[in-house]
């Protein structure tokens, strides 16, 4: 274990999953990360290792199956899998949205359906919200829900699913007007519908589509697709929740789990960035003695690990506000924006000690070179948690006067 990144306050079987995830990563996931990646594939035997560890029940209560875990264990154990790989790390990361919010909003069916199929990593999950126009704009969506009979039909076209093709049951954010009358606020006329397809891709069900992987200039591995609606009949049972209109509050109180999540990745992929760094430092000599030793890159090596430290405690004060009970939107959003950005600079730091040899696909610091950026837009981009953390910092200092 090294120095940096350590955790105070964790009970021993926290220590002890924490152990054994970080065994497998540098076991089952570092020696083939950049292979894998480099050719774009699945990792099958890296997520079927995942499933034997629990790692797909890990915060579904015991009671459904899983290991009821904290969301701190959770993120804990996601900034190791990150530094593994981070593809792996969005691979579970969509799973345990959909699962949190199944446990949070789901009917008492809904939830003794989906979390012990969920908790075993059988039923795997994935949640879609964006569409190609809208960006970071959720209440300019258009994808439509229209109520017929004891079905809803679904039209519309999504875009940016982690886990599209892989997952079965995805978490479908649309907008249906029904009970809600005209000029009412848009987030408060959507749904989220539990949405059951088979893996692959094509024609998953009828009236839905997911044509294909987007190629990506990181982030492989893992695929991200678009989702296309035409006609999709789904049953009332299952709205989330079962009420209509209440489809924006829940997915983003899935989404602050997300940002969390999205602060673990980035510190585990700046952890990994400073540890091939500050290995490559000392074995590479330039003017007679290694590169470490030079002052130049002694800096570097301070910044970047203090950069590691500062991002991984704001991570772990957010996941812990989130665990309490208290709202943590402020804190979220506060690490998601701090642990990307400095992840994006670790990596370039990293990335600039190695020299020439920086830009060859052989070393791994290439892979997290191009990994680094997408945590700059995954979960809204850095302008949004900008403008989100602006406007909760301005309703807790309003101005008295």
Request: with cysteine.
């Amino acid at each position: 274990m090294t120095r940096l990144a350590q955790t105070h306050g964790l009970t021993d079987v926290q220590q002890e999953i924490l152990a054994t995830v970080r065994d497998f990563v540098d076991k089952e996931i570092i020696p083939v990360a950049t292979e894998l990646e480099h050719r774009d594939e699945y990792p099958t035997q890296i997520v079927e290792g995942l499933k034997e560890l629990g790692l797909f029940g890990l915060m579904i209560p015991e009671e459904y199956g899983g290991l009821g875990e904290s969301l701190l264990t959770y993120a804990l154990c996601v900034e190791e899998i990150a530094r593994g790989w981070m593809s792996v790390s969005g691979i579970i990361n969509t799973h345990f949205i959909v699962a949190y919010m199944l446990k949070q909003h789901g009917t008492q069916e809904q939830k003794d359906t989906f979390l012990p199929r969920m908790a075993l990593g059988e039923v795997r999950g994935a949640f879609s919200m964006s569409e190609p126009g809208l960006g970071s704009d959720v209440s300019a969506i258009t994808s439509k829900a229209v109520k017929d009979g004891e079905e809803y039909v679904l039209n519309g076209q999504k875009m940016w699913l982690t886990n599209g093709g892989s997952s079965t049951l995805v978490a479908v954010l649309v907008r249906s007007d029904e009970g809600h009358p005209a000029g009412a606020p848009p987030h408060k006329s959507m749904t989220t519908f539990l949405v059951e397809k088979e893996p692959g891709f094509g024609e998953v069900r009828p009236g839905l589509t997911i044509p294909g992987k987007i190629d990506k200039m990181g982030y492989k591995g893992v695929d991200t697709t678009e989702l296309i609606m035409d006609g999709l009949r789904i049953p009332a049972n299952r709205v989330l929740g079962g009420t209509t209109g209440r489809g924006f509050y829940q997915m983003m109180d899935g989404v602050e789990v997300g940002r969390v999540n999205v602060a673990a990745r980035g510190c585990g992929v700046a952890q990994r960035a400073f540890e091939l760094g500050v290995s490559y430092a000392q074995q590479r000599h330039t003017f007679g003695k290694p590169i470490a030793q030079h002052q130049a890159i002694q800096f570097k090596l301070a910044e970047m690990a203090t950069k590691v430290e500062a991002a991984h405690a704001m991570m772990v004060n957010a996941a812990r506000k989130k665990d309490s009970g208290e709202r943590n939107d402020l804190e979220a959003g506060m690490a998601k924006y701090l642990a990307s950005e400095y992840c994006k600079e670790v990596v370039e730091d990293a990335f600039r000690i190695h020299g020439g040899y920086g830009f060859s696909k052989e070393y791994e610091i290439e892979r997290l070179y191009r990994e680094a950026p997408m945590l700059l837009i995954g979960e809204g981009t850095a302008e949004i948690q900008k403008m989100i953390i602006g406007r909760r910092l301005l309703e807790e200092y309003r101005f008295q006067g």
